[in-house]
Every structure is written in structure tokens, then in C-alpha cells.
């Protein structure tokens, strides 16, 4: 199976040599630290305020928590609140001759669309995906009046809850560490995250719009990459996954090369490479195999490209006789992912190089034949949505 000629000609003699001045070592934390996608949080109403006995005055309402969905919002706010306690104002005590009490703030929490709210006891609660959107999560108390004990006025709704984004984009680029992704991001759209020539540079989602000249568009993630075993949350691979969930369309983006985490680690070919993403994905959540599937052959720019990118098409073809397909007990599910990918001709499969920018054109084309796009300019995103 050969690729086209054009490929052919075009990669078949480029290298791309990199000095020892140009690499940076990768490092063991990442600043993994720095990622907010989860964040727990003690809510609590106001109180009510005091009633007065000898005249039958009632105590102001203790205020209101609420929830708002709010695009461009982020998680990271909440990190500096103290104690991550979110408490609305508490109502005020009965004053003799005041007719009418004034009335306590609400406090309210401001979260992304896509975010998950969840109780202590990690039950859903709310799924707030609609901009403008608003819940209320904590009742304030009554104020004192008849109805209560000594005109006291009652405790506001607490409960610990928590805040869990989940990234709402129509396609999800996921892959091992230092394929391209971010390149590929900057690449088609306006998002520009940070590149590098090492693992890991990517370590908070990202999200761009693709602009089409019909004034339509879509939106393209960028997630942090994945590592061997991250369906069982090695390399924090649960909090990378779980943007996959609401995302329309995977795209797998593969270095043509191969990848190789570390020298102590083993090389894994292309291929390899292709069937591991595809067995964290399943392994994390099995439907997710059921979603339109891509596969982007990045770096066709480096040396041999062409060549181990007709090797990799080969290997799709003959993907039922490796190694690691023979061993898995759920092969089915892979080999049927795969031939979504070899059907017509390969359709699904595009070479490209994000650094040239060559073979970007037909991934934007196929993204806009399969996906529906929203036409609302209103909606675009006009910088870059850093979902952390």
C-alpha cells in the first residue's frame, strides 16, 4: 500500500535534526500540580436571623447559594478560597418598627459549561453544560418568627460538594506525550498552547475553534497526553480521560516515528502505539470506541516518514496478527475500531505534518464533512480556553 505521490516525493528526503542545545529534558512531576479539573467545596446557606417574641417580628432569610454557568469561567478561583467554604450572608435580626427586613446576599459559585456537580458522596447532582444556566444548591434558613423555637432563626442547607470539568469540544486530540497535539491545535486554529521538542508540554486541556469559510466552526481539544495504563489512573490519566466523555469525535494523533517515554521504558512502534490508545480508551470506557475515530500520522516531515508511514498502513491491514492484539481479550472491539480506519481507501487515516502544515487541509475537510458546526459567531471562542 503506498501513499500517494505527492507524500511521497515531499517526505521521502527531509530530515529534521535536532541539537542537543534544542532538548529538554522531561521531568517527573510535569506540574501536575498546577491542573484544576476537580475541586471539592463545603457550601452552607445563611443562616436566618433573629425573630422578636414580645412582637411577633420575623428575622430576615439567611441567603441563597447558587451555581451559574458561565462561558470562559474557571475552577482555579476556588483554589484560593479559604477553606474552600462557600457561605451566603446570613439573614439579619428583627428590628422594632422595621416593616420589612432587607434582604440577605446569595453567594454564588461560577463554573464552565461541562462541568459535573456532585455531592460527598460522589452522587450527580447537576450537569451544568448550558451557558447562562443556574441551580441552587444550598437553601438559607428561615428567619426566626412563630414557626420556630424561641424565635430563633434556622440553619442554612450545608452539604460538601464537588466541581468536576469535563471538557465539552467536538473533537478530542489524545495520543502518548510529544505527538504533536498542541502543534496540530495551533496549527488549525487560533489556540496557541505551549509546543516543545520533549514529553509532556501539554498540562492543562486546551480547546480552539476551526473556522470555516461557510462562518461555521468547530471546536478541537487539545488534552494532556496519556501514558501506558492511565485507564487505571497512572500519569493522572483519569483526570486526562474523563475530557474524552463529551467530546463528539476522538482523534488519535501518532508520531510516525514511534514513541518512547524514557530509555528505561520500551519503544513502541507506531502501531503499537495505535492499539495501546485504543485499549486506554476502551479499558476507561468501552463506548468510547463506539465514536467517530480518526487517526492523524503526524511528523511527516522527518526523515523516512513516507516510507514508515506505508509500513503503518500496512500493519493496520494486518493489525489482526500483532502481538498485542492476539494477547487482549477484547481484540474484537480494537479490530473493529481499526477497520473504521482502513474502510475506503483509508479514509479515516490522514498523514500530515503540523510543523509544515502539508496534509492539515484534509483533516480540517473531514472533520467538516462528519461533524455538524455551529454557525453563532456569538459562540466562538476568540482566545484560548485554558480548561484548568
Do not use: W
Request: aromatic share 6%; glycine share 8%.
Amino acid at each position: 500500500m503506498l501513499l500517494t505521490n505527492f507524500l511521497f516525493k515531499k517526505y521521502s528526503s527531509s530530515s529534521a535534526n535536532i541539537t542537543a542545545a534544542q532538548l529538554k529534558p522531561a521531568t517527573t512531576s510535569f506540574k501536575q500540580s498546577k491542573i484544576v479539573d476537580k475541586i471539592r467545596l463545603y457550601v452552607r446557606g445563611g443562616s436566618g436571623g433573629q425573630g422578636c417574641p414580645s412582637s411577633g417580628g420575623i428575622g430576615s432569610s439567611g441567603g441563597h447559594v447558587f451555581i451559574k454557568c458561565t462561558k470562559g469561567a474557571s475552577l482555579r478561583p476556588y483554589i484560593l478560597q479559604k477553606n474552600r467554604r462557600i457561605i451566603a450572608e446570613h439573614g439579619a435580626q428583627y428590628k422594632k418598627g422595621q416593616m420589612k427586613m432587607k434582604a440577605s446576599k446569595n453567594a454564588f459559585i461560577v463554573v464552565p459549561p461541562g462541568t459535573e456537580i456532585k455531592s460527598g458522596e460522589n452522587m450527580l447532582l447537576h450537569d451544568m453544560n448550558i451557558d447562562g444556566d443556574i441551580i441552587k444548591i444550598a437553601n438559607g434558613g428561615s428567619g426566626g418568627s412563630s414557626k420556630t423555637k424561641d424565635f430563633n432563626g434556622l440553619k442554612g442547607e450545608r452539604k460538601n460538594i464537588s466541581l468536576e470539568l469535563k471538557t465539552i469540544a467536538d473533537v478530542a486530540l489524545t495520543g502518548f506525550p510529544n505527538a504533536g497535539k498542541s502543534s496540530l491545535l495551533r496549527l488549525i486554529s487560533r489556540a496557541r498552547p505551549k509546543v516543545g521538542n520533549y514529553p509532556f508540554t501539554t498540562i492543562n486541556p486546551m480547546v480552539g475553534s476551526v473556522f470555516y469559510t461557510d462562518n461555521s466552526q468547530l471546536s478541537v481539544a487539545d488534552l494532556p497526553g496519556l501514558i501506558e495504563d492511565a485507564h487505571l489512573n497512572k500519569g493522572m490519566g483519569h483526570r486526562f480521560l474523563r475530557h474524552v466523555e463529551r467530546t463528539n469525535l476522538i482523534t488519535l494523533v501518532v508520531d510516525v516515528n514511534g514513541f518512547q517515554l524514557k530509555s528505561s521504558q520500551p519503544y513502541r512502534s507506531p502501531i503499537d502505539t495505535i492499539i495501546l490508545l485504543l485499549k486506554e480508551l476502551f479499558l476507561y470506557q468501552d463506548i468510547l470506541l463506539d465514536r467517530p475515530l480518526l487517526l492523524v500520522l503526524n511528523k511527516m516531515d522527518t526523515e523516512n516518514a513516507a516510507q514508515k508511514a506505508n509500513q503503518i498502513y500496512d500493519d493496520l491491514l494486518n493489525i489482526k496478527n500483532h502481538p498485542l492484539i492476539m494477547d487482549c481479550e477484547f481484540s474484537e472491539e480494537i479490530l473493529n475500531a481499526v477497520e473504521g480506519l482502513c474502510c475506503d481507501n483509508f479514509q479515516n487515516v490522514f498523514p500530515l505534518s503540523a510543523t509544515t502544515g502539508e496534509g492539515a487541509d484534509q483533516f480540517k475537510e473531514a472533520l467538516y464533512h462528519i461533524l455538524p458546526r455551529n454557525v453563532n459567531t456569538d459562540e466562538e471562542y476568540d482566545e484560548d480556553l485554558d480548561l484548568d
